[in-house]
């Protein structure tokens, strides 16, 4: 009789279980895309898991895996400035993923609250192995990281702590109702911050309904959200945006070790066939490695050279040995059209002397030692940009195009794979495009990120010069004696990226003898004033933008200022032959709150030393109409030279 009881009592529990399951279900269905209501859950395990928190959002299961869930993603398109730079999304791993769920109290919120803010969504996919969209092999592939969610919940609760105010004086009801959902490797690294709230906070309903914006909606989000970056500046908000820098980026010893081990490396190619030109660059490098003894010669200083004995020797063999072969295949703008004003002026300048030299071109490819591929990447992306192609893959498709043309034509790529060709590109989005088809080239890349492609020994830095002026790329340089240097460090910039803001926060009107300020007027007034303070300051703050390049680099030089670089991993222009710790200072990005302490630790013979070594090595950083000794053409060319020499491989 009992059991009978105990029976029908459980029997009505789990009815009552049931009812409350079922409600609590269609509860969840009816309020998550409109409502307030959120939830958090774990799809699958090991290494391919997905964690999701969630709110006014829905999601659908795109992927090939049934263990992982993504967004739905827009095409490869992005609209964007010239100025705009691409690193793709940061990667995450699930330990660093389990690692942020530990400490989540620790790294987001001063208050150790782990609640998320009510309209926000975070959706973090990791999966090791292949690329869920395409099927390519990854080691981890990233929809929206940890590091974003993380952004947007410091600044929901900063704005929360700091009171009605703070928030009224932001006029959220402005920002954009269709954020752009970007593709994941098409966005920089640098602008995280603001996409972490116009990419989250957001009323739609469904995810699917993301575009991609165009670009005068791209700069109008951008600038009212650094109007939330600019009101939440404070010691906090920064330390843990220092959290983003590199941890242990790349030395510039590290550099140099890797440049040595780069010659003769098992992983350099070797020709399909040899070939008379290919022992004559190997008897170059035997004369080179046994050159004479020297400290220091003409018009060159021994102690700004890492070997100025070798570089004198294979200098002189470039002279008198180097043949280029300059394709006359393709198309203008893209081809056969340097622009040589503005930011990328540097490719155009090398194009126009390259195809105009008489001393080092050949018409008969049979007797090239190098083959030149006169292409422009800024023009090839603006040209492909007004024909609505955006994305990297549309570029890398021309790019292939243009290497299956010449290929079919010539034997020359096919001996050597495209090991004794070189390009000349500036633009930001240049090592990601020429990666894959291109990608056995020497490579003369402005944008010389050690650890993102670039590859120390085969390819080459070349320096951002701004070039102004065509007629008189020079004008105005030089700057006032050592002694008379009031200013201690300068810098003035738009802050672009996520190391200026930081640079600005710490050093701005801190102190009387650092000059670190904002953008300055574009006027003539403005300029002048510029380059007033870089000719009157003892270090110019050289600090990362959107990439790791910078033009203020040779700016420093021009106006005999020690240029202080700030931006991991960044390989310097010349970096083959140049001894850049003589005369400029590498400063690690987590190090800038400590930058006033490193400048005024040097001592007084050492600056001294920095600032002749800066003077010294400017004439390799010029441009000249007709090209001359030692200048920017043949130093750009004779790295092209000398890591084609150390690179080779006989059978």
Not at 80 to 97: H, R
Not at 165 to 178: C, E, H, I, T
Not at 220 to 242: G, I, Q
Not at 529 to 535: G, L, P, V
């Amino acid at each position: 009789m009992v059991q009978g009881f105990v029976f029908v009592d459980m029997r009505r529990l789990l009815f009552i279980a049931s009812i409350i399951v079922t409600a609590l279900a269609v509860f969840q269905y009816s309020t998550l895309p409109h409502g307030r209501t959120g939830f958090a859950f774990v799809v699958g395990g090991g290494v391919g898991s997905t964690v999701v928190v969630m709110s006014n959002a829905t999601i659908s299961d795109s992927s090939k895996s049934p263990d992982s869930y993504v967004l739905h993603e827009e095409s490869d398109k992005v609209a964007g400035s010239d100025l705009e730079e691409e690193s793709g999304f940061q990667n995450i791993g699930v330990k660093d993923l389990d690692k942020a769920q530990r400490n989540s109290d620790d790294i987001f919120s001063p208050h150790k609250s782990s609640n998320l803010n009510e309209n926000s969504i975070s959706i973090m996919s990791v999966h090791h192995g292949k690329d869920l969209q395409t099927g390519n092999d990854d080691d981890v592939n990233v929809v929206s990281t940890v590091e974003e969610a993380t952004n947007l919940i410091s600044i929901s609760r900063k704005v929360e702590d700091a009171g009605k105010d703070m928030v009224s004086s932001v006029d959220f009801a402005s920002l954009p109702l269709s954020p752009a959902k970007f593709p994941a490797q098409s966005l920089a690294d640098e602008d995280a911050d603001l996409r972490s709230i116009s990419e989250f906070q957001t009323g739609f309903s469904n995810i699917s309904n993301f575009r991609i914006p165009t670009k005068r909606e791209v700069k109008r989000d951008a600038n009212k959200l650094r109007v939330v970056s600019l009101t939440l500046d404070d010691k906090s908000t920064m330390a843990r945006a220092l959290k983003r820098l590199n941890v242990k980026p790349m030395l510039i010893s590290e550099m140099v070790s890797m440049l040595r081990q780069s010659a003769g490396s098992s992983n350099t190619l070797r020709p399909r066939w040899s070939s008379v030109r290919d022992r004559e660059l190997l008897y170059a490098k035997l004369e080179i490695q046994k050159a004479p003894i020297i400290i220091d010669t003409a018009g060159l200083r021994g102690y700004v050279f890492r070997n100025i004995s070798q570089f004198k020797r294979s200098y002189e063999l470039m002279e008198k040995m180097l043949k280029v072969y300059v394709y006359r295949e393709g198309e203008k703008p893209i081809f056969h059209q340097p622009k040589m004003r503005g930011i990328y002026s540097s490719e155009g300048w090398f194009m126009k002397l390259m195809e105009g030299n008489k001393k080092f071109v050949v018409r008969d490819p049979r007797k090239a030692h190098l083959f030149y591929l006169p292409f422009s990447s800024q023009m090839l992306r603006k040209t492909l940009e007004n024909n609505n192609s955006q994305s990297h893959r549309d570029l890398e498709g021309y790019l292939k195009n243009y290497v299956d043309l010449i290929s079919g034509k010539y034997r020359f790529w096919n001996r050597s794979r495209g090991a004794d060709h070189f390009l000349v590109a500036c633009h930001d989005w240049a090592p990601k495009i020429t990666r894959q088809p291109m990608g056995n080239c020497i490579r003369a890349l402005c944008n010389a990120n050690g650890a993102r492609g670039f590859i120390i020994g085969k390819d080459t830095t070349l320096p951002v010069t701004y070039v102004r002026s065509v007629e008189d790329p020079v004008r105005d340089i030089g700057g006032k004696p050592p002694l008379e240097r009031a200013i201690l460090a300068f810098f003035a910039g738009s802050m672009h990226g996520y190391l200026r803001p930081i640079l600005r926060h710490y050093w701005e009107n801190k102190e009387a003898d650092m000059k670190i300020l904002g953008p300055m007027p574009r006027d003539i007034d403005g300029k002048r004033a510029y380059q007033e303070y870089m000719k009157s300051s003892r270090y110019c703050i050289c600090a990362r933008g959107y990439e790791v390049h910078t033009p203020r680099i040779v700016e420093a030089i021009f106006y005999e200022c020690v240029p202080v670089i700030i931006s991991d991993n960044y390989v310097p222009p010349l970096f083959e032959v140049l001894n850049w710790e003589a005369f400029s200072l590498f400063v690690k990005e987590s190090d800038i709150p400590k930058l006033r302490d490193i400048l005024l630790s040097i001592p007084e013979e050492e600056y001294l030393r920095m600032q002749m070594g800066v003077r010294m090595v400017q004439k390799h950083f010029i441009w000249h109409k007709k090209p001359a000794k030692y200048d920017l053409f043949h130093m750009v060319l004779h790295s092209i030279w000398h890591n084609r020499i150390f690179q080779l491989k006989t059978r």
